[in-house]
C-alpha cells in the first residue's frame, strides 16, 4: 500500500510536469489517480474492459498501461492522444472524446462477453458531468433489466467543466451532507406525528423500514430502481476502500454502481483550487500553476461571439443563450452574468438543448444554441425535426468549427458544412473574421427561420469590430480582390484571409492578380458572384476548413453543374478529406493538409501554369 501511495505522488508529479508542457485535461487525470491505481490492482486490462467516459482523465491509465516512455509527447503531432485510442494501445477498449457513451459501450462488451461465454470484467467509469447526458440513462436502462455481471463506476466530483448542474446534481450533493439529512428526518418526525390519529403508527413504521433515512435519501435508490446494487458514497483517493468495494463488486453476478467521491484537480493545489480552468489548460509554469502562453492583445472568435451576444442580448429582450456543459469554452460567462435569467445551462445534453430551443422558439423567443461544431453532430435529428421542419428561427452557433487541433479527430469541426447545408429552411453562414461573425450574430437575429454560424477555434484576425450590429444580406458574397488572370480563388470562413493573402504573395512573386471572393453563405449560396466569377474566369480554386465530402465546394460545384457553366473549367477543391484527421497542433495540421497560406499559393501557381 505504500508503494502505491508512493507511485501516486510520482504519477502525480509526471501529469503536472508533461502537462505544463503539452497543455491538456490535467483536473480530472489529477482526480482519478488514486481510482486508476486500485482499478489496475484489481482488474487486468489484458483481459478485463475497462472503458473511460469521454476519456479526458486517462492519462494515468497511459502511463501505467505502457505508455510512461512516450508520455511526454501527449496531444502533440505523431505523439500520444488526449483520448484513449483503439489505434494506439490494446488497453484502450474504446475509443473516446465525446461524452456519456461508455455504459452503452461497455454495455456491448458485456453481452459480447456473454454470447462467447468468457467471464471476464466490464467496467465503465463515468463523470457526474458525463452523466448528466441523456445516452448514459439509455445504458443503464438496459444493463439493469438484463446485464448479468456489470460495474459501472460513477467518479463525483461535483464537477462537470464547470460546476455540474441538474435535479441529480443536486440531488446528489445535498444529500451527502449529514445536516441535511438530519434536517429532513426531523421535519418527516414532525410531519409525520402531527398526523391526526394515524400519524405515531406511520412513525413508528418508518423508523422500522428497512431502508434507513440514510439510504432513504442517497442516490442509492436512484440507481436501486434502475435495478443497479448502489455502493457508495466511497473515498475516491483511499487506495484500500476502492480496492475493497472494487472486490466486491467484482464478486456480484449482478450490474453494480459504485459511488466515488473524488476531487478533481487533487493534488496540485492550483488545479484543485480552480478545476474550471485546469479542466483543460494550455502549458503553464508547474510552480505557480501561471499560464505561460504570450497573452495575446488579440481576442479570440470566442470572445468576440460572447460580446456580440451581450450586444444583442442588451437590445433584445427576446434573445436566450443555451450551452450544453460550456459556458466558459463557448465565451458564455459574461452573458451569464448579466442576464441570468435568459441564460441556460443545460448540462452535457446537446440533443435536449436544440429541442429546448425549439420550444422556447415557438413561444416567440429567439434562442441561441451555442455549441461546438463537433458535439452539435449529437443533435442532428433534432435540428431536422424539431427545428428545420417546424421552421423555427433557432441560431446555432458552432464554435471550434474546422481544425482543433491538439484534442484531435473525436473534436475537428469537419462535418458542420455538411450536416446542415442539405437540411431544407436552414440559413448557413461562414464569417472571415470577428466583425463578420459579430453581424452575422445580428443577421441570425433578424432572420425569421434556422440559422447556423460556424466560427474558429483561435485568435481572431483583429481586425475593429462593428460599432452597429447590422444584419448582412442574406446570400451576398463579399469580393476582396478582382483579378485579370484566369483564375479565382473562392474561400469560406476561417480559409478567407489565408486565400486573401497568398493572392496578395503571388502579386509580389509573379505579377499575377487573382480574383478572391469571401463567399460567406453556404446555404443560400451568393448565386449572383458565383455566376459573375464563373463567366469570367477560367479556373477556381475552391477552399474551405470543413469536409470535402458534402460540404461548401461541394455545393458551388452542384450549382455550377445544374446551371450548366462547368464545361471546359479547371476547378480545385481544397478541405479536410474523406478521413478522420489525426491531433496535432494546429500549425502543423494544416500545413499536412495543404490549407495552410504558402501551400494555397503553390496551389494558385499549379493552377495558373496547367493548359
Ligand atoms: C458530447 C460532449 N459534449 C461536451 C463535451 C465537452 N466536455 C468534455 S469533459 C466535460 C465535462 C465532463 O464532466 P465529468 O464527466 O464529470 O468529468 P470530470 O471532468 O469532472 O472528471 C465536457 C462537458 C464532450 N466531451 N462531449
Same mark, same amino acid.
Given at each position: 500500500?505504500? %508503494?502505491l501511495? %508512493?507511485?501516486?505522488?510520482?504519477?502525480?508529479?509526471i501529469?503536472?510536469?508533461?502537462?505544463?508542457?503539452?497543455?491538456?485535461?490535467?483536473?480530472?487525470?489529477?482526480?482519478?489517480?488514486?481510482?486508476?491505481?486500485?482499478?489496475?490492482?484489481?482488474?487486468?486490462?489484458e483481459?478485463?474492459?475497462?472503458?473511460?467516459?469521454?476519456?479526458?482523465?486517462?492519462?494515468?491509465?497511459?502511463?501505467?498501461? !505502457?505508455r510512461?516512455?512516450?508520455f511526454?509527447?501527449?496531444? /502533440?503531432?505523431?505523439?500520444?492522444?488526449?483520448?484513449?485510442?483503439?489505434?494506439?494501445?490494446?488497453?484502450d477498449?474504446?475509443g473516446v472524446?465525446h461524452?456519456?457513451?461508455?455504459?452503452s459501450?461497455a =454495455?456491448g462488451?458485456?453481452?459480447?462477453?456473454?454470447?462467447?461465454?468468457?467471464?471476464?470484467?466490464?467496467?465503465s467509469?463515468? !463523470?457526474?458531468?458525463?452523466?448528466?447526458?441523456?445516452?448514459?440513462?439509455? !445504458?443503464?436502462?438496459q444493463?439493469?433489466?438484463?446485464?448479468?455481471?456489470f460495474?459501472?463506476?460513477?467518479?463525483?466530483?461535483e464537477m462537470?467543466i464547470?460546476?455540474?448542474?441538474?435535479?441529480?446534481?443536486l440531488?446528489?450533493?445535498?444529500?451527502l451532507?449529514?445536516r441535511?439529512?438530519?434536517?429532513?428526518?426531523?421535519?418527516?418526525?414532525?410531519?409525520?406525528?402531527g398526523i391526526?390519529?394515524i400519524g405515531?403508527?406511520?412513525?413508528e413504521?418508518?423508523r422500522?423500514s428497512?431502508?434507513?433515512?440514510?439510504?432513504f435519501f442517497?442516490?442509492?435508490?436512484?440507481?436501486?430502481?434502475?435495478r443497479?446494487?448502489?455502493?457508495?458514497?466511497?473515498?475516491?483517493?483511499?487506495?484500500?476502500?476502492?480496492?475493497?468495494v472494487?472486490?466486491l463488486?467484482?464478486s456480484?453476478?449482478?450490474?453494480v454502481?459504485?459511488?466515488?467521491l473524488?476531487?478533481?484537480?487533487?493534488?496540485y493545489?492550483?488545479?484543485?483550487?480552480?478545476p474550471?480552468?485546469?479542466?483543460g489548460?494550455?502549458?503553464?509554469?508547474p510552480e505557480?500553476?501561471? /499560464?505561460?502562453?504570450?497573452?495575446?492583445?488579440?481576442?479570440?472568435?470566442?470572445?468576440?461571439?460572447?460580446?456580440?451576444?451581450?450586444a444583442?442580448?442588451e437590445?433584445d429582450?427576446?434573445v436566450?443563450?443555451?450551452?450544453?456543459?460550456?459556458?466558459?469554452?463557448?465565451?458564455?460567462?459574461?452573458?451569464?452574468?448579466?442576464?441570468?435569467?435568459?441564460f441556460?445551462?443545460?448540462?452535457?445534453?446537446?440533443?435536449?438543448?436544440v429541442?429546448f430551443?425549439?420550444?422556447?422558439?415557438?413561444q416567440?423567443?429567439?434562442p441561441?444554441?451555442v455549441?461546438?461544431?463537433?458535439?452539435? /453532430?449529437?443533435?442532428?435529428?433534432?435540428?431536422?425535426?424539431?427545428?428545420c421542419l417546424?421552421?423555427? @428561427?433557432?441560431?446555432?452557433c458552432?464554435d471550434r468549427?474546422?481544425i482543433?487541433?491538439?484534442?484531435?479527430?473525436t473534436? %475537428?469541426?469537419?462535418?458542420?458544412?455538411?450536416?446542415?447545408?442539405?437540411? @431544407?429552411?436552414?440559413?448557413?453562414?461562414?464569417?472571415r473574421?470577428e466583425?463578420?461573425?459579430?453581424?452575422?450574430l445580428?443577421?441570425?437575429?433578424?432572420h425569421?427561420?434556422?440559422?447556423?454560424?460556424?466560427?474558429?477555434?483561435?485568435?481572431?484576425?483583429?481586425v475593429?469590430?462593428?460599432?452597429?450590429?447590422?444584419?448582412?444580406?442574406?446570400?451576398?458574397?463579399?469580393?476582396l480582390?478582382?483579378?485579370d488572370s484566369?483564375?479565382?480563388v473562392?474561400?469560406?470562413?476561417?480559409?478567407?484571409?489565408?486565400? =486573401?493573402?497568398?493572392?496578395e504573395?503571388?502579386y509580389? /512573386?509573379?505579377?499575377?492578380?487573382?480574383?478572391?471572393l469571401?463567399?460567406r453563405?453556404?446555404?443560400p449560396?451568393?448565386k449572383?458572384e458565383?455566376?459573375?466569377?464563373?463567366?469570367t474566369?477560367?479556373?477556381?480554386?475552391?477552399?474551405?476548413?470543413g469536409s470535402?465530402?458534402?460540404?461548401?465546394?461541394?455545393?458551388?460545384?452542384?450549382?455550377?453543374?445544374?446551371?450548366?457553366?462547368?464545361?471546359?473549367?479547371?476547378?480545385?477543391?481544397?478541405? =479536410?478529406?474523406d478521413?478522420?484527421?489525426?491531433h496535432?497542433q494546429?500549425e502543423?495540421?494544416?500545413?499536412?493538409?495543404?490549407l495552410d497560406?504558402?501551400?494555397?499559393r503553390?496551389e494558385?501557381?499549379k493552377?495558373?501554369?496547367?493548359?
Amino acid at each position: 500500500m505504500a %508503494q502505491l501511495e %508512493q507511485l501516486a505522488a510520482e504519477i502525480r508529479s509526471i501529469l503536472v510536469e508533461t502537462v505544463s508542457r503539452t497543455g491538456g485535461h490535467l483536473a480530472p487525470s489529477l482526480g482519478v489517480v488514486e481510482l486508476t491505481l486500485a482499478m489496475l490492482s484489481v482488474f487486468n486490462p489484458e483481459r478485463d474492459k475497462i472503458i473511460w467516459d469521454v476519456g479526458h482523465q486517462s492519462y494515468a491509465y497511459k502511463l501505467l498501461t !505502457g505508455r510512461a516512455a512516450q508520455f511526454h509527447t501527449l496531444r /502533440q503531432t505523431d505523439g500520444l492522444s488526449g483520448y484513449p485510442y483503439r489505434r494506439e494501445s490494446p488497453y484502450d477498449h474504446f475509443g473516446v472524446g465525446h461524452s456519456s457513451t461508455s455504459v452503452s459501450a461497455a =454495455l456491448g462488451m458485456a453481452k459480447a462477453r456473454e454470447l462467447a461465454g468468457e467471464a471476464h470484467h466490464v467496467v465503465s467509469v463515468i !463523470g457526474d458531468g458525463s452523466l448528466t447526458g441523456g445516452m448514459a440513462y439509455e !445504458g443503464l436502462n438496459q444493463a439493469g433489466a438484463t446485464a448479468g455481471r456489470f460495474i459501472v463506476i460513477l467518479n463525483d466530483n461535483e464537477m462537470s467543466i464547470s460546476k455540474n448542474v441538474g435535479a441529480l446534481s443536486l440531488f446528489m450533493s445535498r444529500n451527502l451532507s449529514a445536516r441535511w439529512i438530519r434536517r429532513v428526518k426531523r421535519e418527516v418526525e414532525t410531519f409525520l406525528s402531527g398526523i391526526p390519529g394515524i400519524g405515531d403508527d406511520l412513525l413508528e413504521i418508518a423508523r422500522r423500514s428497512k431502508h434507513s433515512f440514510k439510504n432513504f435519501f442517497t442516490p442509492g435508490i436512484l440507481f436501486e430502481a434502475l435495478r443497479f446494487n448502489y455502493i457508495g458514497a466511497v473515498d475516491g483517493h483511499n487506495i484500500e476502500d476502492l480496492q475493497t468495494v472494487l472486490r466486491l463488486a467484482a464478486s456480484l453476478d449482478r450490474p453494480v454502481l459504485i459511488h466515488v467521491l473524488t476531487r478533481k484537480g487533487r493534488g496540485y493545489s492550483p488545479a484543485e483550487n480552480n478545476p474550471v480552468r485546469f479542466h483543460g489548460v494550455s502549458a503553464f509554469e508547474p510552480e505557480t500553476g501561471y /499560464q505561460t502562453g504570450a497573452k495575446s492583445s488579440r481576442i479570440s472568435y470566442t470572445e468576440a461571439f460572447g460580446k456580440g451576444m451581450c450586444a444583442l442580448a442588451e437590445k433584445d429582450s427576446r434573445v436566450v443563450a443555451i450551452t450544453a456543459a460550456m459556458p466558459e469554452g463557448t465565451g458564455l460567462r459574461d452573458f451569464a452574468e448579466r442576464f441570468p435569467d435568459r441564460f441556460v445551462d443545460v448540462g452535457i445534453c446537446e440533443q435536449h438543448a436544440v429541442t429546448f430551443a425549439a420550444g422556447l422558439a415557438t413561444q416567440g423567443l429567439r434562442p441561441f444554441v451555442v455549441i461546438y461544431s463537433t458535439f452539435l /453532430q449529437r443533435s442532428y435529428d433534432q435540428i431536422i425535426h424539431d427545428v428545420c421542419l417546424q421552421n423555427l @428561427p433557432v441560431a446555432f452557433c458552432m464554435d471550434r468549427a474546422g481544425i482543433v487541433g491538439e484534442d484531435g479527430p473525436t473534436h %475537428q469541426g469537419a462535418f458542420d458544412l455538411a450536416y446542415m447545408r442539405h437540411i @431544407p429552411n436552414m440559413t448557413l453562414f461562414a464569417p472571415r473574421d470577428e466583425a463578420e461573425l459579430q453581424l452575422g450574430l445580428a443577421t441570425a437575429l433578424a432572420h425569421n427561420a434556422p440559422f447556423a454560424i460556424r466560427y474558429p477555434r483561435g485568435l481572431a484576425a483583429d481586425v475593429p469590430l462593428p460599432r452597429h450590429l447590422v444584419p448582412l444580406v442574406v446570400g451576398q458574397a463579399d469580393y476582396l480582390q478582382k483579378g485579370d488572370s484566369p483564375l479565382a480563388v473562392i474561400a469560406v470562413g476561417n480559409r478567407v484571409l489565408p486565400a =486573401l493573402r497568398a493572392a496578395e504573395q503571388l502579386y509580389e /512573386q509573379e505579377g499575377v492578380r487573382v480574383t478572391v471572393l469571401d463567399a460567406r453563405w453556404i446555404k443560400p449560396l451568393p448565386k449572383k458572384e458565383l455566376k459573375e466569377i464563373i463567366d469570367t474566369h477560367d479556373k477556381a480554386l475552391l477552399l474551405e476548413e470543413g469536409s470535402l465530402a458534402g460540404g461548401f465546394s461541394s455545393a458551388i460545384l452542384e450549382f455550377w453543374s445544374d446551371s450548366g457553366d462547368l464545361s471546359g473549367k479547371r476547378i480545385l477543391r481544397l478541405g =479536410l478529406p474523406d478521413a478522420f484527421v489525426e491531433h496535432g497542433q494546429p500549425e502543423i495540421v494544416r500545413r499536412r493538409l495543404g490549407l495552410d497560406t504558402d501551400s494555397i499559393r503553390e496551389e494558385m501557381k499549379k493552377l495558373l501554369r496547367e493548359k
